[in-house]
Protein backbone atom coordinates (compact mmCIF):
# COMPACT_ATOMS: atom_id res chain seq x y z
CA UNK A 1 0.00 0.00 0.00
CA UNK A 2 1.46 3.23 -1.20
CA UNK A 3 1.18 6.31 1.24
CA UNK A 4 -2.33 7.88 1.63
CA UNK A 5 -2.41 11.62 -0.95
CA UNK A 6 -4.06 13.44 2.76
CA UNK A 7 -3.84 11.39 6.29
CA UNK A 8 -4.19 13.38 9.89
CA UNK A 9 -2.77 12.02 13.05
CA UNK A 10 -4.26 12.51 16.67
CA UNK A 11 -5.94 15.90 15.57
CA UNK A 12 -7.78 17.44 18.52
CA UNK A 13 -9.62 20.92 18.23
CA UNK A 14 -11.88 22.59 21.19
CA UNK A 15 -13.37 25.82 21.26
CA UNK A 16 -13.50 26.18 25.15
CA UNK A 17 -14.67 23.76 26.76
CA UNK A 18 -16.76 22.02 23.30
CA UNK A 19 -15.23 19.76 21.57
CA UNK A 20 -15.44 19.85 18.07
CA UNK A 21 -12.80 17.62 17.08
CA UNK A 22 -10.90 14.83 19.46
CA UNK A 23 -8.04 11.84 17.97
CA UNK A 24 -9.05 12.36 13.94
CA UNK A 25 -7.36 9.37 12.11
CA UNK A 26 -7.73 9.33 8.61
CA UNK A 27 -5.81 8.57 5.54
CA UNK A 28 -7.40 8.62 1.89
CA UNK A 29 -5.52 7.39 -0.93
CA UNK A 30 -5.05 8.37 -4.21
CA UNK A 31 -8.66 8.57 -6.21
CA UNK A 32 -10.67 7.43 -3.76
CA UNK A 33 -14.26 8.80 -3.18
CA UNK A 34 -14.76 9.49 0.42
CA UNK A 35 -18.40 10.67 1.70
CA UNK A 36 -18.03 12.44 5.63
CA UNK A 37 -21.75 12.40 6.88
CA UNK A 38 -22.62 12.64 10.58
CA UNK A 39 -25.76 14.83 12.34
CA UNK A 40 -25.94 18.17 12.75
CA UNK A 41 -22.64 19.42 15.01
CA UNK A 42 -20.82 15.93 14.36
CA UNK A 43 -17.62 18.27 13.21
CA UNK A 44 -17.58 17.49 9.67
CA UNK A 45 -17.19 21.21 7.98
CA UNK A 46 -14.58 22.12 11.58
CA UNK A 47 -12.78 19.01 9.74
CA UNK A 48 -12.62 20.13 6.69
CA UNK A 49 -11.74 23.72 8.21
CA UNK A 50 -8.39 22.08 9.86
CA UNK A 51 -7.35 19.87 7.16
CA UNK A 52 -7.35 23.35 4.40
CA UNK A 53 -5.59 25.34 7.53
CA UNK A 54 -8.62 27.52 7.81
CA UNK A 55 -8.57 26.58 11.61
CA UNK A 56 -5.03 25.33 13.67
CA UNK A 57 -5.69 21.74 15.33
CA UNK A 58 -4.84 21.96 19.49
CA UNK A 59 -3.17 19.01 19.12
CA UNK A 60 -1.87 16.32 16.01
CA UNK A 61 -0.36 16.67 12.34
CA UNK A 62 -1.49 16.36 9.15
CA UNK A 63 0.35 15.43 6.05
CA UNK A 64 -0.27 15.84 2.09
CA UNK A 65 1.45 12.59 0.72
CA UNK A 66 4.89 12.72 3.00
CA UNK A 67 4.61 16.16 3.40
CA UNK A 68 3.66 17.81 6.90
CA UNK A 69 1.49 20.59 6.46
CA UNK A 70 0.17 21.05 9.56
CA UNK A 71 1.52 24.77 10.08
CA UNK A 72 1.09 26.25 6.78
CA UNK A 73 -2.00 28.57 5.64
CA UNK A 74 -4.48 27.83 3.40
CA UNK A 75 -3.35 29.24 0.74
CA UNK A 76 0.00 26.96 1.10
CA UNK A 77 -1.91 23.99 1.38
CA UNK A 78 -4.12 25.07 -1.59
CA UNK A 79 -0.68 25.85 -3.99
CA UNK A 80 0.35 22.03 -3.27
CA UNK A 81 -3.23 20.61 -4.27
CA UNK A 82 -5.23 19.94 -1.21
CA UNK A 83 -9.06 22.46 -2.35
CA UNK A 84 -11.69 23.35 -0.82
CA UNK A 85 -15.13 24.21 -1.50
CA UNK A 86 -17.69 26.26 0.48
CA UNK A 87 -20.82 25.58 2.27
CA UNK A 88 -22.17 28.72 1.43
CA UNK A 89 -21.30 30.68 -2.02
CA UNK A 90 -17.68 32.19 -1.76
CA UNK A 91 -17.64 33.96 -4.78
CA UNK A 92 -16.33 36.88 -6.38
CA UNK A 93 -20.03 38.70 -6.65
CA UNK A 94 -18.67 41.10 -9.72
CA UNK A 95 -16.34 39.25 -11.37
CA UNK A 96 -17.70 37.46 -14.08
CA UNK A 97 -17.42 33.77 -14.07
CA UNK A 98 -14.78 33.55 -16.79
CA UNK A 99 -12.80 36.40 -14.96
CA UNK A 100 -13.07 34.03 -11.75
CA UNK A 101 -11.90 30.84 -13.09
CA UNK A 102 -9.21 32.93 -14.86
CA UNK A 103 -8.05 34.73 -11.54
CA UNK A 104 -7.90 31.34 -10.52
CA UNK A 105 -5.95 29.68 -12.74
CA UNK A 106 -3.18 32.86 -13.23
CA UNK A 107 -2.90 32.29 -9.00
CA UNK A 108 -2.10 28.72 -9.96
CA UNK A 109 0.45 29.80 -12.64
CA UNK A 110 2.15 32.40 -10.95
CA UNK A 111 1.05 34.94 -13.24
CA UNK A 112 -1.15 37.14 -11.21
CA UNK A 113 2.14 39.02 -10.11
CA UNK A 114 2.25 40.68 -13.71
CA UNK A 115 0.88 43.87 -13.97
CA UNK A 116 2.98 45.04 -17.19
CA UNK A 117 0.54 42.28 -19.61
CA UNK A 118 -2.93 42.67 -20.25
CA UNK A 119 -5.42 39.61 -19.49
CA UNK A 120 -5.60 38.94 -23.23
CA UNK A 121 -2.56 38.36 -23.89
CA UNK A 122 -2.54 34.91 -21.83
CA UNK A 123 -4.86 32.82 -24.44
CA UNK A 124 -3.38 29.56 -22.99
CA UNK A 125 -4.96 30.73 -19.66
CA UNK A 126 -8.55 32.17 -20.97
CA UNK A 127 -8.65 28.72 -22.95
CA UNK A 128 -8.08 26.83 -19.97
CA UNK A 129 -10.64 28.42 -17.59
CA UNK A 130 -13.16 28.29 -20.61
CA UNK A 131 -12.69 24.56 -21.23
CA UNK A 132 -13.16 24.41 -17.49
CA UNK A 133 -16.34 26.29 -17.39
CA UNK A 134 -17.56 24.12 -20.63
CA UNK A 135 -16.99 21.09 -18.59
CA UNK A 136 -19.25 22.49 -15.75
CA UNK A 137 -21.98 23.93 -18.26
CA UNK A 138 -21.23 27.44 -17.83
CA UNK A 139 -20.12 28.49 -20.47
CA UNK A 140 -22.88 29.90 -22.24
CA UNK A 141 -23.05 32.33 -18.79
CA UNK A 142 -19.15 32.97 -18.76
CA UNK A 143 -19.33 36.56 -19.32
CA UNK A 144 -21.92 37.15 -16.89
CA UNK A 145 -21.35 38.44 -13.33
CA UNK A 146 -21.49 35.84 -10.92
CA UNK A 147 -24.08 37.74 -8.56
CA UNK A 148 -26.22 37.45 -11.87
CA UNK A 149 -25.75 33.35 -12.18
CA UNK A 150 -28.75 31.02 -10.81
CA UNK A 151 -27.71 29.69 -7.74
CA UNK A 152 -27.28 26.52 -8.68
CA UNK A 153 -24.92 27.65 -11.48
CA UNK A 154 -23.30 29.29 -8.25
CA UNK A 155 -22.78 26.26 -6.99
CA UNK A 156 -20.81 24.91 -10.08
CA UNK A 157 -18.57 27.73 -10.10
CA UNK A 158 -17.39 26.82 -6.55
CA UNK A 159 -16.50 23.07 -7.93
CA UNK A 160 -15.21 25.04 -11.22
CA UNK A 161 -12.44 27.61 -8.96
CA UNK A 162 -11.44 24.34 -6.81
CA UNK A 163 -10.80 22.83 -10.27
CA UNK A 164 -8.35 25.61 -11.84
CA UNK A 165 -6.24 25.08 -9.32
CA UNK A 166 -5.45 21.55 -10.45
CA UNK A 167 -6.45 19.93 -6.84
CA UNK A 168 -4.28 16.48 -5.37
CA UNK A 169 -7.36 16.34 -3.20
CA UNK A 170 -10.63 17.51 -2.98
CA UNK A 171 -12.71 18.75 -0.59
CA UNK A 172 -16.50 19.55 -0.93
CA UNK A 173 -18.58 20.90 1.84
CA UNK A 174 -22.23 20.00 0.92
CA UNK A 175 -21.61 20.68 -2.74
CA UNK A 176 -25.40 20.42 -3.55
CA UNK A 177 -26.31 22.56 -0.19
CA UNK A 178 -29.68 24.56 -1.27
CA UNK A 179 -30.07 23.20 -4.41
CA UNK A 180 -33.50 21.53 -5.05
CA UNK A 181 -33.17 17.67 -5.50
CA UNK A 182 -34.73 17.77 -8.83
CA UNK A 183 -32.03 20.65 -9.78
CA UNK A 184 -28.82 18.29 -8.27
CA UNK A 185 -28.02 16.11 -11.09
CA UNK A 186 -25.84 18.71 -13.05
CA UNK A 187 -24.11 18.87 -9.67
CA UNK A 188 -23.65 15.00 -9.11
CA UNK A 189 -22.47 14.63 -12.26
CA UNK A 190 -19.96 16.77 -12.56
CA UNK A 191 -18.95 15.26 -9.53
CA UNK A 192 -18.82 11.57 -10.94
CA UNK A 193 -17.13 12.94 -13.76
CA UNK A 194 -13.76 13.84 -11.93
CA UNK A 195 -10.32 12.82 -12.77
CA UNK A 196 -9.61 9.49 -10.95
CA UNK A 197 -6.26 11.47 -10.33
CA UNK A 198 -8.29 13.17 -7.96
CA UNK A 199 -9.21 12.48 -4.33
CA UNK A 200 -12.19 13.66 -3.28
CA UNK A 201 -13.75 13.87 0.21
CA UNK A 202 -17.41 15.52 0.55
CA UNK A 203 -19.63 16.29 3.15
CA UNK A 204 -23.54 15.31 2.02
CA UNK A 205 -26.94 15.05 4.04
CA UNK A 206 -28.44 12.86 1.50
CA UNK A 207 -27.79 9.24 1.95
CA UNK A 208 -28.86 8.24 -1.81
CA UNK A 209 -26.31 10.45 -3.05
CA UNK A 210 -23.94 9.18 -0.63
CA UNK A 211 -24.32 5.72 -1.33
CA UNK A 212 -24.27 6.22 -5.05
CA UNK A 213 -21.06 8.30 -5.25
CA UNK A 214 -18.85 7.12 -2.44
CA UNK A 215 -16.28 4.30 -2.78
CA UNK A 216 -16.24 4.40 1.42
CA UNK A 217 -17.57 6.27 3.98
CA UNK A 218 -16.33 8.12 7.43
CA UNK A 219 -19.22 8.68 10.19
CA UNK A 220 -18.75 11.25 12.60
CA UNK A 221 -20.52 12.05 15.63
CA UNK A 222 -19.87 14.86 18.49
CA UNK A 223 -16.37 15.96 17.08
CA UNK A 224 -15.16 11.97 16.88
CA UNK A 225 -15.02 9.72 13.71
CA UNK A 226 -17.64 6.49 14.64
CA UNK A 227 -16.55 4.19 12.09
CA UNK A 228 -14.73 4.17 8.40
CA UNK A 229 -15.62 1.67 6.12
CA UNK A 230 -17.58 0.69 2.77
CA UNK A 231 -21.16 2.12 1.53
CA UNK A 232 -22.37 -2.26 2.56
CA UNK A 233 -20.49 -1.87 5.96
CA UNK A 234 -21.84 1.13 6.86
CA UNK A 235 -25.06 0.35 6.26
CA UNK A 236 -25.30 -2.52 8.18
CA UNK A 237 -23.60 -0.77 11.34
CA UNK A 238 -25.79 -0.68 13.78
CA UNK A 239 -24.08 1.69 15.71
CA UNK A 240 -24.56 3.99 12.51
CA UNK A 241 -28.19 2.81 12.60
CA UNK A 242 -28.13 4.24 16.56
CA UNK A 243 -26.83 7.52 15.83
CA UNK A 244 -29.26 8.27 12.44
CA UNK A 245 -32.20 6.81 13.44
CA UNK A 246 -31.70 6.87 17.42
CA UNK A 247 -30.97 10.73 16.74
CA UNK A 248 -34.10 11.53 14.58
CA UNK A 249 -35.89 12.73 16.71
CA UNK A 250 -33.55 15.20 17.88
CA UNK A 251 -34.04 16.84 14.25
CA UNK B 1 -24.91 45.47 -21.54
CA UNK B 2 -25.68 42.00 -19.57
CA UNK B 3 -27.69 41.15 -22.75
CA UNK B 4 -24.90 42.35 -24.89
CA UNK B 5 -21.89 40.40 -23.79
CA UNK B 6 -24.35 36.98 -22.62
CA UNK B 7 -24.36 36.84 -26.43
CA UNK B 8 -20.68 37.06 -27.25
CA UNK B 9 -19.93 33.81 -25.76
CA UNK B 10 -15.83 33.61 -27.34
CA UNK B 11 -13.74 34.76 -24.16
CA UNK B 12 -10.95 36.23 -26.07
CA UNK B 13 -12.89 38.67 -28.38
CA UNK B 14 -15.71 39.49 -24.94
CA UNK B 15 -11.97 40.48 -23.13
CA UNK B 16 -10.25 42.46 -25.98
CA UNK B 17 -13.83 44.35 -25.96
CA UNK B 18 -13.26 45.32 -22.34
CA UNK B 19 -9.86 46.38 -22.70
CA UNK B 20 -10.33 48.38 -25.98
CA UNK B 21 -10.10 51.98 -26.53
CA UNK B 22 -13.81 53.18 -25.98
CA UNK B 23 -14.24 56.45 -28.41
CA UNK B 24 -15.51 58.46 -24.91
CA UNK B 25 -11.90 57.89 -23.69
CA UNK B 26 -10.35 59.33 -26.55
CA UNK B 27 -12.99 62.79 -26.74
CA UNK B 28 -12.18 62.49 -22.72
CA UNK B 29 -8.65 63.12 -23.27
CA UNK B 30 -8.66 65.41 -26.22
CA UNK B 31 -11.21 67.79 -24.14
CA UNK B 32 -8.31 67.49 -21.20
CA UNK B 33 -6.51 70.41 -24.21
CA UNK B 34 -9.54 72.59 -24.20
CA UNK B 35 -8.19 74.58 -21.44
CA UNK B 36 -5.22 76.09 -23.66
CA UNK B 37 -7.86 77.61 -26.08
CA UNK B 38 -11.06 78.30 -23.89
CA UNK B 39 -10.00 79.16 -20.59
CA UNK B 40 -6.29 80.11 -20.92
CA UNK B 41 -6.52 82.64 -17.73
CA UNK B 42 -7.49 79.29 -15.35
CA UNK B 43 -4.46 77.30 -16.68
CA UNK B 44 -3.21 76.97 -13.51
CA UNK B 45 -6.18 75.76 -12.21
CA UNK B 46 -6.17 73.21 -14.53
CA UNK B 47 -2.74 71.91 -13.32
CA UNK B 48 -4.08 71.92 -9.94
CA UNK B 49 -6.84 69.84 -11.27
CA UNK B 50 -4.84 67.23 -12.93
CA UNK B 51 -2.49 67.42 -10.06
CA UNK B 52 -5.27 66.06 -7.92
CA UNK B 53 -6.95 63.85 -10.55
CA UNK B 54 -3.47 61.97 -10.29
CA UNK B 55 -3.76 61.61 -6.08
CA UNK B 56 -7.33 60.55 -6.78
CA UNK B 57 -6.29 57.74 -9.35
CA UNK B 58 -3.46 56.96 -7.14
CA UNK B 59 -6.34 56.36 -4.58
CA UNK B 60 -8.58 54.72 -7.03
CA UNK B 61 -5.84 52.06 -7.67
CA UNK B 62 -5.93 50.59 -3.77
CA UNK B 63 -9.56 51.79 -2.90
CA UNK B 64 -11.83 50.88 -5.97
CA UNK B 65 -9.50 47.85 -7.13
CA UNK B 66 -8.46 46.13 -4.23
CA UNK B 67 -10.74 47.72 -1.58
CA UNK B 68 -8.67 49.03 0.69
CA UNK B 69 -10.00 52.11 2.42
CA UNK B 70 -7.25 54.96 3.10
CA UNK B 71 -7.69 58.23 5.26
CA UNK B 72 -4.37 59.11 5.35
CA UNK B 73 -3.54 58.62 2.06
CA UNK B 74 -1.81 62.66 1.87
CA UNK B 75 1.10 60.65 4.07
CA UNK B 76 2.19 60.38 0.42
CA UNK B 77 1.14 63.19 -1.35
CA UNK B 78 2.77 65.20 0.96
CA UNK B 79 6.19 62.99 1.51
CA UNK B 80 6.39 63.72 -2.07
CA UNK B 81 5.99 67.06 -2.25
CA UNK B 82 8.44 67.63 0.44
CA UNK B 83 11.07 65.46 -0.99
CA UNK B 84 10.43 67.88 -4.50
CA UNK B 85 10.75 70.93 -2.52
CA UNK B 86 13.83 69.91 -0.37
CA UNK B 87 15.80 68.60 -3.18
CA UNK B 88 15.13 72.00 -4.87
CA UNK B 89 16.02 73.88 -1.72
CA UNK B 90 19.16 72.17 -1.28
CA UNK B 91 20.23 73.25 -4.88
CA UNK B 92 18.68 70.88 -7.49
CA UNK B 93 15.76 71.95 -9.32
CA UNK B 94 15.62 69.95 -12.41
CA UNK B 95 12.17 68.82 -12.52
CA UNK B 96 12.32 65.53 -14.05
CA UNK B 97 14.85 64.02 -11.72
CA UNK B 98 13.23 65.35 -9.19
CA UNK B 99 9.38 63.93 -9.27
CA UNK B 100 11.62 60.82 -9.75
CA UNK B 101 13.13 60.86 -6.46
CA UNK B 102 9.96 62.24 -5.01
CA UNK B 103 8.26 58.99 -6.94
CA UNK B 104 10.35 56.69 -4.97
CA UNK B 105 10.73 58.24 -1.78
CA UNK B 106 7.21 57.68 -1.92
CA UNK B 107 7.34 54.21 -2.87
CA UNK B 108 9.67 53.19 -0.41
CA UNK B 109 7.65 55.33 2.64
CA UNK B 110 4.76 53.22 0.84
CA UNK B 111 6.42 49.65 0.97
CA UNK B 112 7.37 49.82 4.28
CA UNK B 113 3.75 51.20 5.74
CA UNK B 114 2.14 48.32 3.23
CA UNK B 115 3.51 45.69 5.68
CA UNK B 116 1.22 47.06 8.34
CA UNK B 117 -1.59 47.74 5.85
CA UNK B 118 -1.33 44.16 4.12
CA UNK B 119 -2.42 43.06 7.80
CA UNK B 120 -5.72 44.54 8.53
CA UNK B 121 -9.19 45.12 7.05
CA UNK B 122 -12.39 47.24 7.50
CA UNK B 123 -12.50 49.84 10.47
CA UNK B 124 -9.06 48.80 11.47
CA UNK B 125 -7.37 49.52 7.96
CA UNK B 126 -9.30 52.41 7.97
CA UNK B 127 -8.17 53.78 11.43
CA UNK B 128 -4.21 52.48 10.81
CA UNK B 129 -4.36 54.19 7.52
CA UNK B 130 -5.56 57.61 9.26
CA UNK B 131 -3.40 57.14 11.97
CA UNK B 132 -0.05 56.78 10.16
CA UNK B 133 -1.83 60.25 8.36
CA UNK B 134 -2.02 62.34 11.42
CA UNK B 135 1.16 60.98 12.44
CA UNK B 136 2.96 62.24 9.20
CA UNK B 137 1.80 65.60 9.47
CA UNK B 138 3.00 66.19 13.08
CA UNK B 139 6.29 65.20 11.75
CA UNK B 140 6.07 67.67 9.39
CA UNK B 141 4.69 70.24 11.46
CA UNK B 142 7.67 69.69 14.50
CA UNK B 143 10.23 69.25 11.86
CA UNK B 144 9.96 72.51 11.41
CA UNK B 145 14.29 73.36 10.45
CA UNK B 146 13.63 71.02 7.81
CA UNK B 147 9.77 71.73 6.46
CA UNK B 148 9.67 75.24 7.31
CA UNK B 149 6.41 73.53 9.49
CA UNK B 150 3.10 76.11 9.65
CA UNK B 151 5.14 78.63 7.33
CA UNK B 152 5.88 76.72 4.47
CA UNK B 153 9.15 75.15 3.10
CA UNK B 154 10.73 78.53 1.56
CA UNK B 155 13.36 78.77 -1.32
CA UNK B 156 11.48 76.04 -3.57
CA UNK B 157 13.07 77.11 -7.27
CA UNK B 158 12.57 74.89 -10.44
CA UNK B 159 14.75 75.09 -13.33
CA UNK B 160 13.20 75.21 -16.59
CA UNK B 161 11.29 72.08 -17.77
CA UNK B 162 14.06 70.13 -20.29
CA UNK B 163 16.04 72.80 -19.70
CA UNK B 164 13.68 75.23 -21.98
CA UNK B 165 10.34 75.89 -20.61
CA UNK B 166 10.06 77.99 -17.93
CA UNK B 167 7.36 77.43 -14.98
CA UNK B 168 5.05 80.41 -16.50
CA UNK B 169 2.90 83.27 -14.58
CA UNK B 170 0.08 81.74 -16.38
CA UNK B 171 0.43 78.10 -15.54
CA UNK B 172 1.09 77.05 -19.59
CA UNK B 173 4.20 75.30 -18.47
CA UNK B 174 2.72 73.95 -15.52
CA UNK B 175 -0.06 72.36 -16.84
CA UNK B 176 1.07 70.64 -19.78
CA UNK B 177 4.05 69.33 -17.54
CA UNK B 178 1.03 67.49 -15.25
CA UNK B 179 -1.25 67.01 -18.01
CA UNK B 180 1.65 64.53 -19.48
CA UNK B 181 2.45 62.94 -16.45
CA UNK B 182 -1.02 62.45 -15.79
CA UNK B 183 -1.98 60.79 -19.02
CA UNK B 184 1.71 58.58 -18.79
CA UNK B 185 0.25 57.28 -15.62
CA UNK B 186 -2.91 56.76 -16.53
CA UNK B 187 -2.01 54.75 -19.29
CA UNK B 188 0.41 52.51 -16.66
CA UNK B 189 -3.03 52.65 -14.14
CA UNK B 190 -5.15 51.10 -17.57
CA UNK B 191 -2.68 49.09 -18.30
CA UNK B 192 -2.18 47.55 -14.34
CA UNK B 193 -5.82 47.05 -14.20
CA UNK B 194 -6.28 45.20 -17.50
CA UNK B 195 -3.51 42.62 -15.97
CA UNK B 196 -3.73 39.75 -14.26
CA UNK B 197 -2.78 41.63 -11.40
CA UNK B 198 -5.64 44.34 -12.03
CA UNK B 199 -7.94 40.94 -12.00
CA UNK B 200 -6.22 39.89 -8.49
CA UNK B 201 -6.79 42.74 -6.94
CA UNK B 202 -10.47 42.89 -8.03
CA UNK B 203 -10.71 39.48 -6.17
CA UNK B 204 -8.97 41.01 -3.25
CA UNK B 205 -11.86 43.45 -3.13
CA UNK B 206 -14.45 41.14 -3.84
CA UNK B 207 -13.61 38.31 -1.53
CA UNK B 208 -10.50 37.89 0.60
CA UNK B 209 -11.32 34.46 2.07
CA UNK B 210 -11.92 33.13 -1.57
CA UNK B 211 -8.64 34.17 -2.51
CA UNK B 212 -7.16 32.09 0.17
CA UNK B 213 -9.23 29.16 -1.23
CA UNK B 214 -7.54 29.20 -4.49
CA UNK B 215 -4.19 29.69 -3.41
CA UNK B 216 -3.67 33.47 -4.39
CA UNK B 217 -1.05 35.65 -2.74
CA UNK B 218 -3.09 37.85 -1.16
CA UNK B 219 -0.64 39.96 0.89
CA UNK B 220 2.09 40.17 -1.63
CA UNK B 221 -0.53 41.95 -4.13
CA UNK B 222 -1.70 44.02 -1.44
CA UNK B 223 1.79 44.99 -0.72
CA UNK B 224 2.85 45.79 -4.53
CA UNK B 225 -0.39 47.64 -5.19
CA UNK B 226 0.23 49.95 -2.06
CA UNK B 227 3.69 50.77 -3.09
CA UNK B 228 2.54 51.21 -6.81
CA UNK B 229 -0.29 53.91 -5.29
CA UNK B 230 2.18 55.90 -2.89
CA UNK B 231 4.68 56.30 -5.55
CA UNK B 232 1.93 57.89 -7.87
CA UNK B 233 0.66 59.62 -4.75
CA UNK B 234 4.16 60.64 -4.08
CA UNK B 235 4.27 61.80 -8.23
CA UNK B 236 1.21 64.20 -7.73
CA UNK B 237 2.57 65.77 -4.36
CA UNK B 238 6.13 66.38 -6.68
CA UNK B 239 4.04 67.88 -9.44
CA UNK B 240 2.44 70.77 -6.64
CA UNK B 241 5.36 71.50 -4.99
CA UNK B 242 7.34 71.95 -8.52
CA UNK B 243 4.53 73.81 -10.10
CA UNK B 244 3.64 76.28 -7.12
CA UNK B 245 7.35 76.39 -5.82
CA UNK B 246 5.92 76.06 -2.42
CA UNK B 247 4.83 73.09 0.36
CA UNK B 248 2.70 73.87 2.84
CA UNK B 249 1.46 71.20 5.70
CA UNK B 250 -1.56 71.57 3.67
CA UNK B 251 0.04 68.81 1.45
CA UNK B 252 0.22 66.34 4.21
CA UNK B 253 -3.40 67.06 6.11
CA UNK B 254 -5.99 65.30 7.30
CA UNK B 255 -8.35 67.32 4.75
CA UNK B 256 -6.33 66.44 1.82
CA UNK B 257 -6.68 62.80 2.71
CA UNK B 258 -10.81 63.52 3.24
CA UNK B 259 -10.85 65.83 0.21
CA UNK B 260 -9.28 62.78 -1.86
CA UNK B 261 -11.46 60.25 -0.93
CA UNK B 262 -14.71 62.55 -1.51
CA UNK B 263 -13.50 62.77 -4.97
CA UNK B 264 -13.03 59.71 -6.06
CA UNK B 265 -16.64 58.16 -4.45
CA UNK B 266 -18.33 61.22 -6.44
CA UNK B 267 -16.45 60.08 -9.51
CA UNK B 268 -17.17 56.58 -8.88
CA UNK B 269 -14.33 54.26 -7.67
CA UNK B 270 -13.04 51.64 -9.54
CA UNK B 271 -13.28 52.75 -13.08
CA UNK B 272 -10.44 54.67 -13.28
CA UNK B 273 -11.72 57.82 -14.88
CA UNK B 274 -13.96 58.54 -11.14
CA UNK B 275 -11.34 60.30 -9.67
CA UNK B 276 -9.97 62.57 -12.79
CA UNK B 277 -14.23 63.26 -12.85
CA UNK B 278 -14.41 63.82 -9.49
CA UNK B 279 -11.14 66.08 -9.26
CA UNK B 280 -12.44 68.53 -12.40
CA UNK B 281 -16.15 68.48 -10.17
CA UNK B 282 -14.99 69.12 -7.03
CA UNK B 283 -11.92 71.60 -7.75
CA UNK B 284 -14.41 73.90 -10.51
CA UNK B 285 -17.16 73.92 -7.52
CA UNK B 286 -14.15 75.02 -5.03
CA UNK B 287 -13.29 77.71 -7.15
CA UNK B 288 -16.55 78.42 -8.26
CA UNK B 289 -18.69 78.81 -4.40
CA UNK B 290 -15.56 79.95 -2.78
CA UNK B 291 -15.88 83.00 -5.24
CA UNK B 292 -19.09 83.32 -3.84
CA UNK B 293 -18.57 83.18 -0.20
CA UNK B 294 -15.30 81.56 0.59
CA UNK B 295 -16.25 80.55 4.16
CA UNK B 296 -19.29 78.02 3.22
CA UNK B 297 -18.01 76.43 -0.11
CA UNK B 298 -17.97 73.09 1.52
CA UNK B 299 -21.84 73.33 2.35
CA UNK B 300 -22.80 73.34 -1.32
CA UNK B 301 -20.35 70.05 -1.65
CA UNK B 302 -21.88 68.27 1.65
CA UNK B 303 -25.23 68.69 -0.55
CA UNK B 304 -23.85 67.15 -3.37
CA UNK B 305 -22.08 63.96 -1.78
CA UNK B 306 -25.20 63.12 -0.27
CA UNK B 307 -26.95 63.54 -2.82
CA UNK B 308 -24.39 61.09 -4.85
CA UNK B 309 -23.83 58.35 -1.94
CA UNK B 310 -27.81 58.19 -2.13
CA UNK B 311 -29.02 57.93 -5.24
CA UNK B 312 -25.78 56.82 -7.23
CA UNK B 313 -23.65 54.37 -5.02
CA UNK B 314 -21.36 53.92 -7.65
CA UNK B 315 -20.60 57.69 -7.97
CA UNK B 316 -21.38 59.95 -10.63
CA UNK B 317 -19.90 57.37 -13.18
CA UNK B 318 -21.39 54.42 -12.15
CA UNK B 319 -25.16 56.18 -12.58
CA UNK B 320 -23.87 57.45 -15.82
CA UNK B 321 -22.76 53.93 -17.11
CA UNK B 322 -26.39 52.23 -15.51
CA UNK B 323 -28.08 55.26 -17.46
CA UNK B 324 -26.08 54.10 -20.69
CA UNK B 325 -26.56 50.46 -20.06
CA UNK B 326 -30.39 50.63 -19.80
CA UNK B 327 -30.88 52.50 -22.51
CA UNK B 328 -29.28 50.26 -24.94
CA UNK B 329 -30.87 47.97 -23.38
CA UNK B 330 -34.59 49.15 -24.48
CA UNK B 331 -33.29 50.48 -27.75
CA UNK B 332 -32.64 46.82 -28.82
Known amino acids: ????????????????????????????????????????????????NLITGMLQPDVGQ????????????????????????????TLFPN????????????????DAKTWWRPITAYGEVLDEAYSILTSL?????????????????????????????RPKVLLLDEPAAGVPRDESSELFAAITSLSQDITVLFIEHDMNIVFKLASRIIVMVGGRILVEGTPAEIAADPRVREVYLGGAHHG | MAVMSSAVTNPHQFLQAQNRWH???VAFWLATLLPFVLTPSYLSLASQIAITALFALSLDLILGYAGIVSLGHAAFFGFGAYTAGLISKWGWGEPLSGLLIAAFSAAVLGYLMSFIIARFRHLTLIMMTLGLGLLLFEVANKA???????????GVHMWPLLGMFRFDLYGYTAYTYALIVLFLLFLLSRRLTNSPFGLALRGIR??????RAIGATSRSHIRTVYTISAAIAGVAGGLLTQTTETVSLGVVDFQRSADVLVILVLGGAGRLYGGLIGAIIFMVARDQFSGINPQYWYFPIGVL?????????????????RLVASWRSRSQ
Open chain 2, 144 to 154: SWLTGGADGLQ
Open chain 2, 206 to 211: ENLTRM
Open chain 2, 23 to 25: WIE
Open chain 1, 1 to 48: MSTPVLSTRGLDKNFGSLVVAKDIEIALPKGVRYALIGPNGAGKTTLI
Open chain 2, 305 to 321: LIAVVMFLPNGILGGLA
Open chain 1, 95 to 110: LTALEAVTLAVCERRG
Open chain 1, 137 to 165: LLAPVCNRPTRELAYGQQRLLEIALALAT
Open chain 1, 62 to 89: IFLGDEEITRLGPEQRVRRGLVRTFQIN
